[in-house]
């Protein structure tokens, strides 16, 4: 049985950037003599958007919005006004299809989708809008 090399290593202290070219140096030769070398790839670690923060964004921000602003006579619900605010600020990604097909999807705040920096100004432009644009004030 092969099992297939995963790690992760969190750059958090000066020694562990020695583990991980220790880690390199004994495997990076064995890998490559294989013919499936190493992929490295060395990224800013975000954190996770918050609970908290999803808790706010549908309970406050939202909630005000859907109870106050009016557009063209009429109001709308909590899912219309996040589904409107999610394509109006967060970045759409294309799927390509098994078909061949290209869909673009409508950025995501789930877990795992958005940082919690990236959070943070989405709800602040969201805020923004409904202020400006929709004459809502929010009672935090």
């Not at 950025?107 to 202020?131: D, H, N, P």
């Amino acid at each position: 049985m092969s099992a297939t090399l995963y790690r992760e290593f969190t750059m958090d202290t000066p020694s562990a950037g020695v583990v991980l070219v220790n880690f390199l140096k004994s495997n990076c030769a064995a890998f490559v003599g294989k013919g499936t070398p190493l992929r490295v790839i060395v990224t800013e670690e975000e954190m996770d958007r918050l609970d908290e923060q999803i808790a706010y964004y549908f309970g406050v921000c939202i909630k005000q919005i859907s109870e106050q602003a009016w557009v063209d006579g009429r109001q709308y619900s909590k899912e219309c006004w996040h589904d409107y605010f999610a394509k109006l600020f967060l970045p759409a990604k294309e799927l390509v299809l098994p078909d061949g097909e290209i869909v673009i999807k409508r950025g995501s705040i789930a877990r795992g989708k958005i940082s919690l920096k990236k959070m943070t100004a989405f709800i602040t432009e969201v805020e923004a809008y409904a202020t400006t644009e929709l004459g809502v004030e929010f009672d935090k």
